[in-house]
């Protein structure tokens, strides 16, 4: 059955991508919208178009503190919170040894620690109201890594993981988690989201490299639809349901299959062995 009750939605870097489409669909649908970007005056415009619906807040999920405030504004300004999206991220492309230990750490804080700081800042409140729906973003790369998004494919997949553990200790308190994992989408992640190393190691060039070329060749005419996306987020936070993951886009479904179908004949592979490490 589906809730057709009114909700408040969180939205973090709603300035393009995903945010933005979970946004507009959201209000679509009929529902408030707190939409939150580092510079709010990109997001006027989806404010524009529905005052009533959407109020705009600027939000650094890196800065200490920010998360907190911009979730007490939000209350003030809705009256209560229902979803937080997760969204704010930024990939960083590079081989491992060519991704310098700033960089490598500037990516951590933003796709992991300012997450991590964005649902601890809702929780008390979810918590409170025992109700709520925490919608994390993760990244096709969570699934299964490539050569060249080790810092970016890590940090998504340590969110991933401690979004596990959230829903298991949520859960008992009326509060959804949901991981959505989307293969490529034409947003402009690739274009303007994702940062490269400063350095470049030509022992890296088959492997790294080649797969920087590949997300260049693919910008633009990735198969998926961040608009059917974004309809498909908000229609299953409304009816209720919440899966720990949501995989979107056929690549990112098949990339899951194959990536357990290999763990499983690895696993039986070396079954034997391993079971003998028992005393």
Known sequence: M??????????TGASSGFGRAISEAAIAAGDVVVATARNPAAIEDIASRAPDLCHALPLDVTQPGAPAAVVQEAIQRAGHIDVLVNNAGAGLLG?????????????M???????LAMARAVLPHFRARKSGHLVQMGAA?????????????AAKAAITSLCESLAQELRPLGVKVTVVEPGPFRTDFVGRSIARASASLPDYASTAGRFAQYLGKIDGKQPGDPHRAAALVVRMVQSGQAPLRLVLGKYAIDKSRRTFAARERELAQHEADGASADG
């Open 2 to 11: 589906t809730d057709t009750h009114q909700r408040v939605w969180l939205v």
């Open 95 to 107: 081989a491992v040894e060519e991704c310098s230990e700033a960089e490598a750490r500037a990516s």
């Open 109 to 115: 804080e933003l796709n992991f620690f300012g997450a």
């Open 141 to 153: 790369a969570a699934i299964a890594n490539y050569a060249g998004f080790g810092i970016y494919g």
